[in-house]
Structures are given as structure tokens and as C-alpha cells.
């Protein structure tokens, strides 16, 4: 469309009245020229009023716009926080999960072997006890419900696995972990956060021992003891991303959820704590993303470096 002319219309008998034509004097003032009356009193639909029109949305549009981002890089601090809940694989240890599960099986198929068991039997064996936990109604620990499920599959005694396990995950466990680099950020986030008094724990996924936890915080460069406790598959009757998973760590904890803030990457298993409550902060690095799971891009999210900035800006807790 054609912008409409102003020019022809800046007389007396103006259709927007006498006080638009060029020349008009204000009663005790100076004339003033036409544009300069335009600037004050822009005429409906000229260039001038719609520029100045579209100028002031925008302007607005972006102060939205800026404190819409404060929000979800998490700068808009607006609940009271005194827990924070951590994920651990790629949250504060920097490993692809899948990349994870590779070298685990890797590792365990070859430890089997070496002891004398069939390891295609047992890697099955042990995926039934992970589908199996993932099923659980949370009637039993995820320990016994692994336990049965892989006996289940083998007809191996129970006690002398475990006690086989344990010699792995106090072993040859630790070469998974092997070219791991720990992110700095990661400890600088948790020693800001333990430094101005706010408590945390170690929500990661229930599914192993808790030596193969500890020995996972240490790749990640960090401390079993930094954590007031870490989940694991003897202590927790659910997983991620099960509610019951999230109200156990509440009740552990002693905690109101509106007190907690959950930090993980995955949208869906570490989001779901927003469903008991919580708070959440995705950390991006490693971010995971299912169709089911809460929109990143609404949440608090940034870098494992973003993050530890944004520690550093809650308040003291001391």
C-alpha cells in the first residue's frame, strides 16, 4: 500500500481540524512550522505518527523482551531457595550419556568374562533389572527390585553377585570414568552455593550402588562429602522421572519443595520435579530433550558457567 500525503492537506479547512495547518500561531506564542507541530501533535496515520508509533512498541517489545531473558537465564530471582538438588551425569559431570552407557557395558561385559560368567547373559540380565526399576511401583527398594529381576534372568545366587558387583564397582569401574574432564564450573557452583550456607544433595539416578555414585562425583572433580547425601539404588523405591522419586528426596532432605531448586539437563526426568514443587535450572551443556518434557526455553537454563554466575548472585544464607 501507498502511504497517505500530508502535504495536501496542512490547510485550515483541514479534515483534521484548524490546529494542523502550517502556519497556525498559538495564542501569545511564536508561529512554530509544520514539523515541528507533527513532532508534538502527529497527525493520525501520517509516516511521522506511525514511526513514532512502531518506535514506541518496539521499545516496549524490547524491555519485555529483557526481562523475559533475565527470567529463564534465571536473573529474576523471585522464590527463596535454601536446597539445591543436583543431577550428576551431564549436569555436573560432563559425559554424554550414552556415551556413558557404552564404556559401562564395555567395561562390565569384559569384567564377567574375566570372572567366568556369560557376559551377553549378564548384560542382559542386568538391562531386565533396569526395566525392572523403571517399572517399580515403589513397593521395594530399587536394590531388591534389580536384584530379583536379575536372578530372574540368570538363576545365579543373588548374594554371590552382589558381592561380585561390589569388587566391580570398587574396581574396574573407575576405567569408565577414564579421559573424563571435569568441569571447573561445576565445583565453583557447588563451593559458591555451600559457601553462602544453602544445603545440597545428590539427586542423580537412583539405578546404581552407592560406590558407583562416589566414584562418579569424583570424575566429576568433586567431593562425595560436599553432598548431604547422595540417591542410590539401596536407599530410593522410584527413579526419575517418577514423583515418588522427588517426594523421597523432599522427605530425606526434611525440606519444603519451595524451597528446593532442582538442577539437571534433561527436560523431562529432572523437570518433573517441578511437579512435586520445586524449582528447576537446566544446564545446557549437555542438555537432553523429550517431547514430554517442560520447555527449556521457559525455564531458567543456561551453561554450567552461566549457572555458577548465577550462584554467585543469590543471596547469603549465613
Keep these: ?7 495536501k492537506s496542512r490547510k485550515g479547512s483541514s479534515v483534521h481540524g484548524q490546529q494542523h495547518a502550517c502556519k497556525s500561531n498559538f495564542k501569545g506564542g511564536t508561529s512554530i512550522t509544520a514539523s515541528q507541530r507533527i513532532r508534538a501533535h502527529p497527525r493520525p496515520f501520517t509516516k511521522t505518527c506511525l ?3 512502531f518506535a514506541f512498541a518496539a521499545a516496549c517489545a524490547t524491555a519485555r523482551g529483557a526481562a523475559h531473558f533475565k527470567e529463564i537465564r534465571g536473573f529474576s530471582m523471585a522464590r527463596s531457595y535454601t536446597t539445591v538438588f543436583f543431577d550428576l551425569d551431564g549436569t555436573l559431570l560432563p559425559m ?8 559401562y557395558f ?4 569384559a569384567f564377567a568374562a574375566e570372572n567366568g560368567l556369560d557376559s551377553d547373559m549378564c548384560l542382559g540380565a542386568v538391562m531386565a533389572g533396569v526395566k525392572a526399576m523403571a517399572k517399580s511401583d515403589g513397593s521395594a527398594t530399587n536394590h531388591d527390585v534389580f536384584w530379583k529381576a536379575f536372578t530372574k534372568a540368570t538363576g545365579l545366587n543373588a548374594e554371590e553377585m552382589k558381592t561380585l558387583f561390589s569388587r566391580f564397582y570398587e574396581g ?8 573424563v574432564q571435569a568441569n571447573p564450573e561445576a565445583a565453583r557452583a557447588v563451593a559458591t552455593l555451600k559457601g553462602k550456607g544453602y544445603r545440597v544433595a545428590m539427586t542423580t539416578m537412583p539405578m546404581f550402588p552407592l560406590a558407583a555414585v562416589h566414584e562418579r562425583i569424583r570424575w566429576a572433580g568433586l567431593d562425595p562429602d560436599d553432598f548431604e547425601f547422595a540417591t542410590d539404588y539401596e536407599t530410593c523405591y522410584a527413579v526419575k522421572p517418577m514423583p515418588r522419586y522427588y517426594e523421597d528426596c523432599l ?38 530433550e523429550s517431547e514430554e518434557g517442560l520447555n527449556v526455553s521457559e525455564c531458567k537454563h543456561g551453561s ?13 544464607l549465613k
Excluded at 1 to 7: K, Q, T
Excluded at 304 to 316: G, R, T
Design 1 to 7: 500500500m501507498s502511504w497517505p500525503s500530508s502535504s
Design 51 to 53: 514511526y513514532y508509533h
Design 96 to 103: 554424554d550419556t550414552d556415551v556413558f552407557m557404552k564404556r
Design 106 to 109: 564395555k567395561a562390565l561385559g
Design 172 to 179: 574396574p569401574f573407575s576405567q569408565v570414568g577414564e579421559g
Design 251 to 288: 522427605a530425606r532432605a526434611g525440606v519444603a519443595a519451595d524451597e528446593v531448586l532442582m538442577v539437571g539437563n534433561h527436560n523431562r526426568e529432572d523437570g518433573l520435579a517441578t511437579k512435586v514443587g520445586c524449582d528447576i535450572y537446566f544446564v545446557t551443556d549437555h542438555l537432553i
Design 304 to 316: 554450567m558457567a552461566e549457572f555458577a554466575d548465577w550462584c554467585e548472585a543469590l543471596p547469603s
